[in-house]
């Protein structure tokens, strides 16, 4: 989902042998990705950090992690979801799967709960239903 360069490579001082910093990552599809913003604890040392993040399995392993408290995470969503001319960063409150019937086919869809109540969907819903909704992660 994300591409680096061997060019883009910069030299960071804090960096461990087995890390790598980067000035740069290109985006290799015009899909959603999630910008996590999270507090790590180890021993008495509280860190804030954020995490880029491609599908909600990385989202979920950052919850259940002992040492990590999620404090806020956004969708980063192409026009083509959240129904503008750009890309559009917004804090969500939950991500959800769900079936929705279109003639006499079935398609799961990802809906994207944000924080202020909209949703976006990842297919056109204008005049199908969705059921069978299963909650995928929930800040």
């Not at 790590?40 to 919850?63: A, C, F, G, P, W």
């Not at 890309?87 to 924080?115: C, P, R, T």
Request: glycine share 2%; net charge negative; charged share 20%.
């Amino acid at each position: 989902m994300f591409q680096t360069f061997d060019h883009a490579k910069i030299i960071w001082p804090l960096s461990n042998s087995d890390e790598s910093a980067w000035a740069y990552v290109e985006l290799m599809v015009n899909a959603p990705w999630f910008f996590a913003d999270i507090q790590i604890t180890e021993k008495d040392t509280r860190v804030r950090s954020s995490y880029i993040l491609s599908n909600l399995t990385q989202l979920n392993e950052l919850r259940t992690n002992p040492n990590v408290a999620v404090l806020a995470v956004y969708v980063v969503s192409p026009p083509h979801l959240n129904w503008s001319e750009f890309w559009k960063m917004d804090q969500i409150a939950q991500v959800s799967i769900g079936i929705m019937h279109e003639d006499n086919f079935e398609f799961e869809i990802d809906i994207y709960e944000l924080i202020n109540g909209e949703k976006y969907y990842s297919r056109d819903i204008s005049k199908n239903e969705i059921g069978n909704i299963k909650v995928i992660f929930s800040v």
